[in-house]
């Protein structure tokens, strides 16, 4: 069973990338890629449905043995129930999902967003305390000079710091963000292929 | 073309690269992080406590799936390493898909570990579709489910803080790795042991999950130097005006 799924594995994810390199030769193969992200889709539209079905199960379970918690399982469970039942009854474009959309997830989603405001401020704030070393002062000295340049300050116009400020943003900062990126797509590449030839394989058992 | 012959030439190094590594083993230097994975390993286990590997929330679909599957494959190491501990650890997820994957591959690590009967279906959870949803799933189980040592390994953008600010008030080692850049910035904000940029994809060769892992980093260092050179002349030549 297990060649069985690494063979599936690695041929779908042969197909799809001579998909993108080797139509000219084999125009047949845009068609195959082109079925085989279908499929993809429609399995990843099955996996969250089986997604919501675990997190049911987790959170049940969690209610059935008392955990600490658990009440807020309970109101979880509920209201996720209670939302799809809703959706199927009334459809997606019903006003009142809309409500439930713009009225609760979009604010709680905001409401999470200006936690994380404090969070990050508490964070910089720490930062010396956790981690005194020369790049953690570059760090702060950098975010400080940034926002410096970006605020409006009151009683006093310096444009210096707006220079500094898109001079760290759009040279040093981009240069190394791009530094960071390529690194990050090496290491992808490779990820990947270790997945198309089998050798990794999230997938399919031991 | 210039793509298909990047990833032949990548391919081969990599292929040759594995079979020279079975012969000489890598030598790699110490990054504190992965270090410090380590002696946690070891700890959770003896303590009796819970790690909990959050995959963060990045979907299979796209380009950025990469960093799912270097955190399916260092959730693999860490399984085996602690399926017979009193309490098993607990993958969380944000995108179905992965969480789907996430079970199997804790299973994979119980049955290499040859301890299948002990695999729970419930350690592997998708905790919320999207960032904020999945962040607020997962704060809950560092919280409330005797964890003492929360890895995140994925894609997480700003809202890991949220991830991290628990861990750190739970007294929850945190060690965090992400290929997005405001994940990672905040990362090193608020954790002691953070992955900047391609170490996420090193985890794998450090925890001694094969010689191919290792191989990868050699070949990622080839390619690097390969891209600075392009880069390099790339600069001399539109100085010299050729291009």
């Given at each position: 069973?297990?060649?069985?799924?690494?063979?599936i594995a690695?041929v779908s994810?042969l197909?799809?990338?001579?998909?993108?390199?080797?139509t000219g030769?084999?125009?047949?193969?845009?068609d195959?890629?082109t079925?085989?992200?279908?499929?993809?889709?429609?399995?990843?539209?099955?996996?969250?449905?089986?997604?919501?079905?675990?997190?049911?199960t987790?959170?049940?379970d969690k209610?059935?043995r008392?955990e600490t918690?658990s009440?807020?399982?309970?109101?979880?469970?509920f209201?996720?129930?209670?939302?799809?039942?809703?959706?199927l009854i009334?459809?997606?474009e019903?006003?009142?999902?809309g409500?439930?959309?713009?009225?609760?997830?979009?604010?709680v989603?905001a409401?999470?967003?200006?936690?994380?405001?404090?969070?990050?401020?508490?964070?910089?704030?720490?930062?010396?305390?956790r981690?005194?070393d020369m790049?953690?002062v570059?760090?702060?000295i950098?975010?400080?000079?940034v926002?410096l340049?970006?605020a409006?300050?009151?009683?006093?116009?310096?444009p210096?710091?707006?220079?500094t400020?898109?001079?760290?943003?759009?040279?040093l900062?981009?240069?190394?963000?791009?530094?960071i990126?390529?690194g990050?797509?090496?290491?992808?590449?490779?990820?990947?292929l270790?997945?198309?030839?089998?050798v990794?394989?999230p997938?399919?058992?031991? | 073309?210039?793509?298909?012959?990047i990833?032949?030439?990548?391919?081969?190094l990599?292929l040759?690269?594995?079979?020279w590594?079975?012969?000489?083993?890598?030598?790699i230097?110490?990054?504190?992080?992965?270090?410090n994975?380590?002696?946690v390993?070891?700890?959770?286990?003896e303590?009796?406590?819970?790690?909990?590997?959050?995959?963060?929330?990045?979907?299979?679909l796209?380009a950025?799936?990469?960093?799912?599957l270097?955190?399916?494959?260092m959730?693999?190491?860490?399984?085996e390493?602690?399926?017979?501990?009193?309490?098993?650890?607990?993958?969380?997820a944000?995108?179905?898909?992965?969480?789907?994957?996430a079970?199997?591959?804790?299973?994979?690590?119980?049955q290499?570990?040859?301890?299948?009967?002990?695999?729970?279906?419930?350690t592997?959870?998708?905790t919320?579709?999207?960032?904020?949803g999945?962040?607020a799933?997962?704060?809950?189980?560092?919280?409330?489910?005797?964890?003492?040592?929360n890895i995140?390994?994925?894609?997480?953008?700003p809202?890991v803080a949220?991830?991290?600010?628990t861990s750190?008030?739970?007294h929850?080692?945190a060690?965090g790795a992400?290929?997005?850049?405001?994940g990672q910035?905040?990362l090193?904000a608020?954790t002691?042991?953070?992955?900047?940029?391609?170490?996420?994809?090193?985890?794998?060769a450090?925890?001694g999950?094969g010689?191919?892992h290792?191989?990868s980093?050699?070949?990622q260092?080839?390619?690097?130097?390969l891209?600075?050179?392009?880069?390099?002349?790339?600069?001399f030549?539109?100085?010299?005006?050729?291009?």
């Open positions: 069973m297990r060649v069985i799924t690494v063979f690695v994810g197909l799809v990338l001579s998909g993108y390199f080797l030769f084999f125009p047949v193969l845009a195959v890629q079925l085989l992200l279908n499929w993809a889709i429609i399995l990843m539209g099955v996996a969250a449905l089986v997604g919501i079905f675990n997190l049911i987790v959170h049940t209610i059935r008392r918690g009440f807020y399982s309970a109101i979880l469970v209201f996720l129930l209670g939302t799809f039942f809703l959706g009334l459809r997606p019903h006003g009142l999902m409500v439930v959309m713009n009225g609760i997830i979009i604010p989603e409401a999470l967003m200006g936690l994380l405001s404090i969070s990050l401020l508490y964070a910089a704030i720490r930062l010396l305390r981690r005194a790049m953690s570059i760090f702060l950098v975010a400080a000079l926002m340049g970006s409006t300050l009151p009683f006093v116009n310096l210096i710091l707006g220079i400020s898109r001079w760290i943003t759009q040279v900062a981009l240069g190394g963000a791009r530094g990126l390529i990050v797509a090496l290491g992808t590449l490779m990820t990947g270790r997945v198309l030839f089998g990794d394989r997938y399919g058992g031991n | 073309m210039i793509e298909l012959i990833l032949v030439v990548s391919a081969f990599l040759v690269i594995t079979i590594k079975r012969k000489s083993p890598a030598k230097r110490e990054i504190a992080a992965l270090t994975l380590h002696r390993l070891g700890l959770s286990v303590d009796g406590t819970r790690m909990h590997v959050s995959l963060g929330s990045g979907s299979l796209n950025r799936g990469g960093s799912a270097a955190g399916l494959a959730l693999r190491h860490i399984t390493q602690t399926s017979v501990s009193d309490k098993p650890s607990v993958a969380s944000g995108d179905s898909a992965l969480g789907l994957l079970q199997d591959t804790l299973q994979a690590g119980y290499a570990a040859g301890v299948e009967e002990l695999y729970i279906p419930t592997g959870r998708v919320g579709l999207g960032p904020f999945y962040a799933g997962a704060m809950n189980i560092s919280k409330n489910e005797n964890v003492s040592a995140m390994v994925g894609r997480f953008g809202e949220l991830l991290t600010d750190d008030r739970d929850v080692i060690i992400s290929d997005d850049l405001a910035s905040v090193f608020n002691p042991d953070i992955l900047i940029g391609e170490e996420l994809f090193a985890m794998g450090y925890l999950a010689v191919s290792a191989a980093l050699t070949v260092d080839i390619l690097r130097w891209v600075i050179l392009a880069l390099l002349g790339g600069a030549a539109k100085f010299a005006g050729i291009i």
